[in-house]
């Protein structure tokens, strides 16, 4: 199939707006029979060019709307907790972020995308994780396990996690969706979220969405066992409290949407220690988006897209706090993309990315952990401008993709980084080969903090090869070399409480992924592995265990995971997920002497279950119940570097009853 017809085949099957979040972040919407089948899913999430799922130029794992609500899942943790390669680690203030492949990813080296706005906040690049967005509204999340930077720039180097919600869908419906959880000692999520969408029949193009989602939760109700001999109940004091609200207007290809997503925390530990008292940490954020899309003639497409993002992150506005941080950051945004179709075989696409960020203090400086920017500003302005290419040939040979994207920065200069993917396919055995270079950009506060710090530069080589068993049957296997050079290490010195970021070193590692699906009348089931070890030179203290050099801090080498779906009746169905997680090692701050204490936590087996009936008495109206951590286990993830936090209690176990009930008018189905 030549390049025109699979241009605008997208459009065919509904998926060519915000399906392709990353280019559009807007959605239309995706047939059930096309998610059902593998080839005719859609996907932009790793390429340019819009492609098959299993042609798309990177390793893509995509999980459906209808594969979210039958497992259960209750955030994204939930979900990426199956994908292979990611794990979580726990930081300050008792966040918890993603580690993938063995390296810690929080700052700058996962990107996750919220219907083509860029969610990681603009002062240390970092997301936070755990009944954060509300899965409910959530379409299709695509992530690709690899690097992103070609497309995405400085805070794609590792993965990019991307997120389509309800949106515009090109449908009218109302759906409400209420959520309650008990933990074992305590209350657990609790939620309430409510969408419309609404196609104007009488002006045709025009449509508009709402939502809006508040909860309640609790990280854990678990005790934390600090490094020093302290321990603090988290029953009541690790609070996860969302809000979050969208809105979005489009009229043919004109579109703009709105985001606004607020998570109120406490926790009992904000660096290493257990707090006389829990500690209240607020990160809130507003997104703006307005796009277009232009079409010359049948073989040009150009797409311009304006951002602005407004944000405070780890904030603690009371000034009587020792932890009082009160910053602003903004950033406005403005890409241009243009594709063309030069021959049936090929496309070419180009564009330019200028942004301007800009950080504020909020209140003074010189209390709590609230410095002045650069040492003595109140306020700090950059630019960044980017440019970027890729030529995508489909041919008898082979498929090849060839990118590249050079940016430069007002503060810390130039960066180039290029990509080469070659995919053939054989019948029902598929392969690919993977080359990329990627980097982190340092943020706001990593370079107030920093010293002269710079880009962390990566390369990764990838080989994936794909069998399609028969039908309904897949596995997949991939093997991966990643290389940090320069890697942006943070530091925080205890006795003085200032913190610092600087290039050091070099970071490495190598391994395998293997995927099996299956599905069929009967239902569905995934099976996965991952598997890495620290590979060529890794001379970063921060990340190495003492005694165990085939581990890196708090990430699991080994990490198993079997999930599914039976169904039990046409309208009952029974969902079980077990993830086996091995080993890992949680390392203290060195002491005066410069010894660490190494914590070794043993292999743990979480199991969670699910049921599902759908219409119960009326179309529409969904009950679901499950168990989570059936066995109790003891689940906690450690800091994926060597910075003094002793492992966070995570994945409580949690009895929990959602009922969602989506009203369709009735001339929707005519």
Do not use: C
């Amino acid at each position: 199939m030549g390049f025109t017809s699979r241009w605008w085949l997208g459009r065919r099957v509904g998926v060519s707006l915000a399906l392709l979040g990353s280019v559009t972040g807007f959605a239309q919407e995706v047939p059930t029979e096309a998610l059902e089948e593998e080839p005719e899913v859609h996907s932009q999430v790793a390429s340019f060019a819009i492609t098959k799922l299993h042609d798309s130029p990177a390793v893509v794992t995509a999980v459906t709307a209808e594969e979210i609500r039958a497992s259960g899942a209750r955030d994204l943790m939930d979900v990426l907790l199956l994908v292979p390669g990611f794990f979580f680690g726990v930081d300050v203030s008792g966040t918890v972020g993603p580690g993938f492949r063995g390296l810690w990813g929080q700052e700058g080296k996962v990107l996750l995308i919220i219907d083509g706005k860029e969610m990681n906040e603009q002062l240390y690049s970092t997301m936070q994780l755990g009944h954060e967005f509300p899965v409910e509204l959530i379409e299709r999340i695509e992530v690709v396990r690899g690097p992103g930077s070609v497309i995405y720039g400085g805070n794609a180097e590792l993965a990019v996690i991307n997120v389509i919600t309800r949106g515009i869908q090109g449908s009218t419906d109302v759906l409400a969706v209420g959520t309650w959880g008990q933990l074992s000692h305590g209350n657990g999520r609790r939620s309430l979220t409510l969408s419309g969408r609404k196609v104007f029949e009488g002006v045709p193009g025009l449509s508009a969405f709402a939502s809006a989602s508040l909860g309640q939760g609790q990280r854990s109700d678990a005790v934390f066992d600090d490094f020093f001999g302290g321990s603090a109940s988290m029953n009541g004091a690790s609070r996860l409290d969302p809000t979050v609200v969208q809105a979005g207007v489009g009229y043919r290809d004109l579109q703009l949407s709105l985001l606004y997503q607020r998570q109120d925390t406490t926790s009992v530990v904000s660096v290493d220690e257990v707090l006389p008292a829990p500690a209240e940490t607020d990160f809130e954020s507003f997104h703006a988006e307005l796009s277009d899309r232009f079409r010359p003639t049948d073989r040009i497409e150009i797409i311009p897209r304006l951002n602005l993002t407004l944000g405070e992150s780890y904030r603690d506005s009371d000034p009587d706090s020792d932890f009082f941080y009160d910053k602003r950051y903004r950033r406005l945004r403005g890409r241009a993309l243009a594709r063309w179709a030069a021959f049936d075989f090929l496309q070419l696409t180009g564009g330019v990315d200028l942004a301007f960020d800009q950080g504020e203090l909020r209140g003074p400086a010189g209390i709590g952990q609230q410095e002045p920017f650069n040492g003595d500003q109140e306020s700090v302005s950059y630019r960044n401008v980017a440019g970027f290419v890729e030529a995508y040939s489909d041919n008898p040979i082979a498929t090849v993709v060839a990118g590249a994207r050079f940016e430069d920065h007002s503060f810390f200069g130039s960066s180039f980084v290029p990509r080469l993917v070659l995919l053939k396919s054989f019948g029902p055995v598929s392969g690919k080969a993977l080359f990329s270079r990627a980097f982190r950009a340092p943020g706001i506060e990593n370079i107030s903090l920093g010293d002269d710090v710079r880009p962390e530069r990566t390369t990764v080589f990838e080989l994936e090869g794909t069998v399609r068993l028969g039908e309904g049957q897949t596995v997949s296997a991939n093997v991966f070399d990643v290389g940090v050079t320069d890697p942006i290490i943070y530091s925080y010195d205890a006795d003085t409480g200032s913190e610092a970021y600087r290039n050091l070193g070099r970071l490495g590692s190598r391994g395998v992924e293997l995927d099996y699906r299956v599905r069929g009348t009967w239902g569905r089931a995934q099976v996965g592995y991952s598997f890495y070890r620290p590979a060529g030179r890794n001379d970063v203290e921060d990340y190495l265990v003492p005694g165990e050099p085939g581990a890196f801090t708090g990430l699991p080498t080994h990490k198993a995971t079997l999930t599914g779906t039976a169904k039990v009746l046409p309208w009952l169905s029974v969902s079980p997920t077990a993830v086996l997680v091995g080993q890992r090692f949680a390392v203290g701050a060195p002491d005066d002497e410069g010894v660490s204490e190494v914590q070794t936590l043993s292999p743990r087996l979480l199991l969670n279950l699910f049921v599902r009936a759908e219409d119960v008495g009326t179309k529409g109206l969904e009950i679901g119940a499950g168990v989570y951590n059936l066995m109790g286990s003891d689940f906690r993830v450690a800091q994926p570097y060597n910075g003094g936090h002793a492992p966070l209690p995570v994945f409580a176990r949690e009895f929990l009853v959602r009922l969602t009930y989506l009203f369709e008018p009735a001339y929707d189905d005519e």
